[in-house]
């Protein structure tokens, strides 16, 4: 029998809060562990169930969404994110995007969309609408062009991406972005999970970035993956 996404989903509007879980719980996939109206008692049952996704909105009282999928990166823990929003801020978006966030997306996204949503982030796909990919890009984009000073030197103009990765670990960057967790990645790549580790662990320090999200929409500004 095929495991069951489990779910803690955190949302401090009651009738949303109802609405959602009720037209997920029609998903035999999928199982809600936990629901919370308040952020830091969303994080401490994040922190006790471990599930495989975290349903986030994004402004939610005691401890922002981006707060808590920050602390989620910060404390090692293996949920993804996805959030929730009725405003497109593009900023907020893309402040949850470098703390770590899976996916995003508008709370008047039609039931089906946020299954299909929450089991692509449960795989370790990064996902943004459109507008908030060009904003994520644009962003970064700008950070490079930031003084000297402030940005690494392999992504300045002298020393473009494709030049401090190995071909190794651009092989890895890719299969990273197609959602491959580390022990898929062994196996298409025929390397041990320690390896690919100890690759990633390159990739992200070579990336001057914190997790793999970042290194994606980095590698996007590079132009090595497409938006």
């Known amino acids: 029998m095929q495991k069951k996404i489990s779910l803690v989903i955190v949302e401090d509007n009651e009738l949303m809060l109802a609405g959602i ?5 029609c998903y035999a996939d999928l199982e809600i562990l936990a629901t919370s109206g308040h952020g830091q008692e969303g994080m401490d049952l994040i922190t006790k169930h471990r599930p495989d996704v975290a349903l986030l909105d994004i402004r939610v009282p005691g401890m922002s969404g981006i707060e808590i999928t920050q602390a989620i990166q910060d404390r090692g823990l293996p949920s993804h994110v996805v959030i929730l929003t009725s405003i497109e801020d593009d900023q907020s978006l ?5 703390a770590g966030a899976n996916a995003y997306t508008m709370k008047d996204i039609p039931p089906a969309e946020l299954y299909t949503t929450i089991k692509m982030a449960a795989n370790g796909l990064t996902l943004m609408q459109p507008t908030v990919a060009k904003y994520v890009l644009t962003e970064l984009q700008q950070d490079e062009k930031s003084p000297a000073d402030t940005v690494p030197l392999k992504f300045s103009t002298t020393s473009p991406l494709k030049e401090v990765l190995t071909e190794r670990e651009l092989e890895i960057l890719t299969l990273i972005a197609k959602g491959y967790k580390n022990k898929d990645i062994a196996d298409q790549l025929f390397i ?27 590698a996007m500004a590079s132009n090595l993956l497409s938006a």
């Open 21 to 25: 879980s009720g037209a997920l719980s």
């Open 94 to 98: 893309y402040r949850a995007f470098l």
């Open 192 to 218: 041990s999970e320690g390896t690919v580790k100890v690759h990633v662990n390159n990739i992200l320090r070579k990336m001057s970035v914190s997790n793999r999200s970042e290194a994606i929409v980095k």
